[in-house]
């Protein structure tokens, strides 16, 4: 699952190990960063574990990150 926040050009990407599952996934995942970054859109990954284990710290990034280029 992804956000975005265009004015901030910035997706959160959150999918943990599973979501991948195999090889072609993991690429596609890559090849889809590459081409926001090369865009000008920032990708912040953030796993189920991360989510599920510090959900303070990850809101916290992910303001910081929408406060960033503000």
């Known amino acids: 699952m992804s956000t975005y926040w265009p004015a901030q ?5 959150f ?4 979501a991948h599952g195999h090889r072609l996934a993991f690429e596609k995942n ?4 590459q081409i926001l970054m090369a865009n000008g859109i920032r990708v912040m990954r953030v796993t189920d ?3 599920t284990g510090e959900p303070i710290a990850i809101a916290t990034r992910i303001a910081m990150a929408l406060n960033a280029n503000m």
């Not at 999918?15 to 599973?18: E, N, S, V």
């Not at 890559?30 to 960063?33: A, E, G, L």
């Open 9 to 13: 050009k910035l997706v959160v990407e």
């Open 15 to 18: 999918d943990g190990w599973r």
């Open 30 to 33: 890559r090849k889809r960063d």
């Open 49 to 51: 574990r991360q989510l």
